[in-house]
């Protein structure tokens, strides 16, 4: 297959369009916690466990998903992964009406499930639909459209779901009765971009079943391929592991903390710490991300890595000790260096596997359970100490492993 061909253009646009979708859902998470933490009356520990339902779905459907891949092809999982995205979307309407935050949490684990799907499938087909040389360069490309969505899902979502409702003031002095009624009134604003967004997904996933996707041939080594520990014998994936766990675990605290870190430590209102979030964090992500794809012609990915997680490192410091808006503007300069971060430790990890890449691009995905382990730290560390800044301690910490697989952990050393 000639990789100008007019169907393999056409593939790498439609698998594109994956990562804008689920890079949307995943953005929907920072507007979801202070809405539900709200409506439920929840602790910030509490609020966290949205991240937790999401994340944790990683960690459970990775095999599944990457035995999906194996036995049927990148096309059968892609079409398995949007079929349960749009299920639990459509599940928001019942979990609405029931007024159940365990049904919502539920709804999302099912999307995450989707979800978990789809990154194993897309993750590696768009890395390897092409010249090995730039797979790096077309990943991060793909992921570009990631950062886009998580420009656009905080502005759309806010104005869709963060209504004005009443003040935590004015339901102090209500009954019982009346408080559950406007909160559940509050609750139900999330129906409407739930059931657009699983209607949308129904589409593109009507569109995949009809679209002839190429199928990518890798080399077949009957001594691999065979065991999660076989794989794993691969010191570099290895550490991409550890990295990625790190690495989404960072993310999610920036992310779906940063409208209750904004409003505690700039004083912002949730509105405008959602544009702050879109615009702000949303933007240099994907300006991070297009920089990226331009900067690897010139450096080598694992250095820019390194570079990147070494700034945050910095960025970090300075949101845990400012004040004001100094803070906010040092979490939007996090997502920008967070911004390669993923594509980058992902191709980095699956370099040489061979056989091995459905089992390690798994194992990657596995890893992004470090998103349902690492906010609940942060919620922790905030309710203990009453202060959300202190929590970013948490990424801190986490950029200072990615930078060590940046600097060494990424080098390919064979089977041991």
């Known amino acids: 297959m000639s990789q100008t061909s007019a169907s393999t253009k056409f593939a790498f646009a439609m698998i594109t369009s994956l990562f804008f979708m689920w890079g949307f859902v995943h953005n929907l998470d920072p507007i979801l916690i202070p809405h539900l933490k709200k409506s439920f009356s929840l602790t910030t520990l509490q609020s966290s466990l949205i991240d937790s339902a999401v994340f944790i779905a990683y960690f459970v459907m990775a095999l599944p998903a990457g035995f999906i891949m194996k036995k049927y092809g990148y096309k059968a999982g892609i079409i398995a992964g949007l079929s349960l995205f749009a299920i639990g979307s459509f599940l928001f309407i019942p979990a609405a009406n029931t007024q159940q935050y365990l049904f919502f949490l539920l709804a999302l684990f099912i999307i995450a499930c989707g979800l978990t799907i789809l990154e194993t499938a897309a993750n590696p087909y768009a890395s390897l639909l092409g010249d090995p040389a730039t797979s790096t360069q077309r990943l991060n490309f793909a992921q570009s459209f990631n950062g886009l969505a998580a420009t656009?899902?905080?502005?759309?979502?806010?104005?869709?779901?963060?209504?004005?409702?009443?003040?935590?003031?004015?339901?102090?002095?209500?009954?019982?009765?009346?408080?559950?009624?406007?909160?559940?009134?509050?609750?139900?604003?999330?129906?409407?971009?739930?059931?657009?967004?699983?209607?949308?997904?129904?589409?593109?996933?009507?569109?995949?079943?009809?679209?002839?996707?190429?199928?990518?041939?890798?080399?077949?080594?009957?001594?691999?391929?065979?065991?999660?520990?076989?794989?794993?014998?691969?010191?570099?994936?290895?550490?991409?592991?550890?990295?990625?766990?790190?690495?989404?675990?960072?993310?999610?605290?920036?992310?779906?903390?940063?409208?209750?870190?904004?409003?505690?430590s700039a004083g912002l209102t949730k509105m405008q710490a959602a544009n702050y979030l879109g615009w702000g964090c949303g933007m240099a992500f994907m300006i991070g991300r297009f920089a990226g794809t331009f900067f690897m012609r010139f450096i080598a990915p694992n250095k820019l890595l390194a570079f990147y997680a070494a700034m945050n490192v910095l960025l970090s410091l300075a949101a845990i000790t400012m004040t004001g808006m100094a803070t906010v503007y040092a979490v939007i300069g996090i997502s920008f260096f967070m911004s390669i971060m993923f594509p980058t430790i992902f191709d980095l990890g699956i370099k040489q596997l061979e056989s091995d890449t459905e089992m390690g691009s798994s194992l990657i995905i596995m890893s992004i359970v470090g998103g349902a382990l690492l906010p609940p730290i942060l919620g922790y560390i905030s309710d203990v100490t009453g202060n959300i800044q202190i929590g970013y301690s948490v990424p801190l910490v986490c950029f200072v492993v990615i930078f060590y697989f940046g600097w060494k952990g990424y080098k390919v050393k064979g089977i041991s």
Request: glycine share 6%.
């Open 152 to 264: 656009l899902a905080p502005i759309i979502g806010a104005r869709m779901i963060l209504v004005e409702g009443n003040s935590d003031e004015a339901l102090a002095v209500m009954s019982e009765s009346a408080r559950k009624l406007a909160l559940a009134s509050e609750a139900a604003s999330v129906k409407t971009p739930y059931m657009v967004l699983g209607l949308v997904i129904l589409v593109i996933t009507l569109v995949f079943a009809f679209l002839k996707l190429p199928e990518i041939k890798e080399t077949e080594n009957e001594t691999g391929g065979k065991s999660i520990l076989h794989t794993l014998r691969h010191a570099h994936l290895r550490w991409a592991v550890i990295a990625q766990f790190f690495y989404v675990g960072a993310q999610v605290c920036v992310f779906s903390f940063f409208i209750l870190f904004a409003i505690k």
